[in-house]
């Protein structure tokens, strides 16, 4: 599939089915883009699509089935509008960084394909808004997703969720407690933290893009 070039073309790409609930088009938005007018055309829909396919099926997916509704926030990003967004303080790292990240179609340094969206989750942020409640969330996918990296915010809790090949299984924060709350190497990594999941729904189910 090459670049849409056309109206009728970027439709077709919308169209494209991700996962049971998602479609490219759901991924394309961008504040940047919109207001901007720069538009948010992958340079490699079918790397797109791949690398969208997976963060879906494996993240998305799951999420949803256990929550309810994914709002997304913010997704996938063209290089060109995300060069504009890092070149104006618009909250984007450089298009390097955002390779396999926010850019879906270019794979990053060490060729791992990968993306990202920015994700709310409302029946969390309905439930949980008290302080550091945001860490429940963390660790219910962290114990039962295949996340690569999270990056949580304090407005209602929205989550940077990356997929990617040979994931570092990385969790950071800009809400507090800021900075990592684990990598691998820190003693709170491994085994199960049942303390943060009361009143959270159970694991995915085996099948639904989980680690069952």
């Known amino acids: 599939m090459k670049q849409p070039g ?9 169209r494209v089915r991700l996962s049971e609930n998602f479609y490219m088009r759901d991924f394309l938005y961008s ?3 919109n207001f901007f007018g720069i538009p948010n055309l992958p340079h490699y829909p079918d790397v797109a699509v791949e690398a969208g396919t997976q963060l879906c099926e494996r993240l ?3 999420l949803r089935s256990a ?19 890092n070149e104006n ?13 926010h ?16 994700v709310v989750v409302p029946w969390f942020w309905d439930r949980h808004k008290e302080k550091s409640d945001w ?20 407005r209602l809790w929205a989550v940077n ?9 990385r969790i950071d924060s800009y809400a507090a407690p800021r900075g990592v709350l684990t990598k691998p190497g820190m003693a709170n990594h491994g085994g199960n933290h049942r303390e943060w999941l009361e009143e959270l729904p159970p694991a995915p189910v085996a099948g639904s893009g989980g680690l069952l």
């Open 31 to 33: 504040e940047i883009s």
């Open 161 to 169: 969720i990356n997929w990617r090949e040979n994931p570092e299984r």
């Open 89 to 101: 303080g618009l909250n984007c790292a450089s298009n390097e960084a955002n390779y396999a990240d």
């Open 6 to 14: 056309s109206m009728k073309a970027l439709e077709e790409l919308g």
């Open 103 to 118: 850019i879906w179609d270019y794979r990053d340094a060490e060729g791992r394909l990968g993306a990202t969206a920015c």
């Open 60 to 62: 998305l997916e799951p």
């Open 67 to 85: 929550f309810g509704h994914i709002a997304i926030r913010s997704a996938y990003r063209s290089p060109e509008v995300n060069a504009y967004g």
């Open 135 to 154: 860490q429940r969330l963390a660790w219910w996918i962290h114990d039962h997703l295949p996340y690569n990296t999270l990056c949580f915010f304090p």
